[in-house]
C-alpha cells in the first residue's frame, strides 16, 4: 500500500519542489504572482504532499512514539538525502522568513498580494521533508520486514520478542 501512495506522492513532491524553487527564482528577479493563479496550484499540490506524509507516517507505526517514528524514518534514507533534505529545509525557511520580513505576514494574507518568497519557500519546506519522509517510511517498511528472530519468524517494531517462539530479539534485528 505504501509504495502504491508513496512512489507517486514523491513525483508530485519532486515536482513540486523544482516549482518551489523556481518561484524563489522568479522571486529574486521581482516576479508576483498577481493572477493567484500559480498560488493556488501550488497549494494544492502541497495539501495532497501534506496528507500523504501524515498518513505515511501514522501508518504501521502504532505502538511507536512520533518522534521514534520520525527519528527511524530519517536513519532508514541514505545520508546524501538526510543532507539534502536538511540544507533544502534550510533554503525554504530562510524564504519564508524573507518574505514574511520583508513584505509582513498582513499582504500574505490574502491570495493576490502573495509574496512569491513565501509561497516558494512554504513549498520547499514542505516538499523537501516530504520526500524525506515518504521515501524513509518506504525504506523503513523494507528493513521491518526483513527483522527476524534467530528461527526465521518475523518480528514486529518495538517487540523485545518473538510473537511466536518467544525468543529474545537481537538487538542487530531491531532498528531501535
Given at each position: 500500500?505504501?509504495?502504491?501512495?508513496?512512489y507517486p506522492t514523491i513525483v508530485v513532491s519532486?515536482?513540486?519542489?523544482?516549482?518551489?524553487?523556481?518561484?524563489?527564482?522568479?522571486?529574486?528577479?521581482?516576479?508576483?504572482?498577481?493572477?493567484?493563479?500559480?498560488?493556488?496550484?501550488?497549494?494544492?499540490?502541497?495539501?495532497?504532499?501534506?496528507?500523504?506524509?501524515?498518513?505515511?507516517?501514522?501508518?504501521?507505526?502504532?505502538?511507536?512514539?512520533?518522534?521514534?517514528?520520525?527519528?527511524?524514518?530519517q536513519e532508514s534514507c541514505p545520508k546524501w538525502?538526510?543532507?539534502?533534505?536538511?540544507?533544502?529545509?534550510?533554503?525554504?525557511?530562510?524564504?519564508?522568513?524573507?518574505?514574511?520580513?520583508?513584505?509582513?505576514?498582513?499582504?500574505?494574507?490574502?491570495?493576490?498580494?502573495?509574496?512569491?518568497?513565501?509561497?516558494?519557500?512554504?513549498?520547499?519546506?514542505?516538499?523537501?521533508?516530504?520526500?524525506?519522509?515518504?521515501?524513509?517510511?518506504?525504506?523503513?517498511?523494507?528493513?521491518?520486514?526483513?527483522?527476524?528472530?534467530?528461527?526465521?519468524?518475523?518480528?514486529?517494531?518495538?517487540?523485545?520478542?518473538?510473537?511466536?517462539?518467544?525468543?529474545?530479539?537481537?538487538?542487530?534485528?531491531?532498528?531501535?
Amino acid at each position: 500500500m505504501l509504495r502504491l501512495v508513496g512512489y507517486p506522492t514523491i513525483v508530485v513532491s519532486s515536482v513540486g519542489l523544482v516549482a518551489s524553487l523556481l518561484i524563489i527564482l522568479a522571486a529574486f528577479t521581482g516576479w508576483r504572482d498577481s493572477g493567484a493563479v500559480v498560488s493556488i496550484a501550488m497549494s494544492l499540490i502541497i495539501a495532497i504532499s501534506m496528507l500523504v506524509m501524515i498518513l505515511v507516517m501514522n501508518s504501521g507505526f502504532e505502538n511507536l512514539s512520533q518522534r521514534q517514528v520520525m527519528k527511524l524514518v530519517q536513519e532508514s534514507c541514505p545520508k546524501w538525502m538526510q543532507v539534502g533534505g536538511k540544507g533544502l529545509l534550510l533554503l525554504g525557511v530562510l524564504a519564508f522568513l524573507g518574505a514574511a520580513i520583508e513584505n509582513g505576514m498582513a499582504e500574505a494574507s490574502d491570495f493576490e498580494g502573495f509574496p512569491a518568497l513565501f509561497l516558494g519557500g512554504f513549498g520547499t519546506v514542505i516538499h523537501s521533508q516530504a520526500i524525506v519522509s515518504i521515501y524513509g517510511a518506504m525504506q523503513l517498511q523494507e528493513n521491518l520486514a526483513r527483522s527476524q528472530c534467530k528461527f526465521g519468524h518475523q518480528i514486529p517494531l518495538g517487540a523485545k520478542f518473538c510473537p511466536e517462539c518467544g525468543e529474545k530479539a537481537s538487538p542487530d534485528s531491531q532498528p531501535i
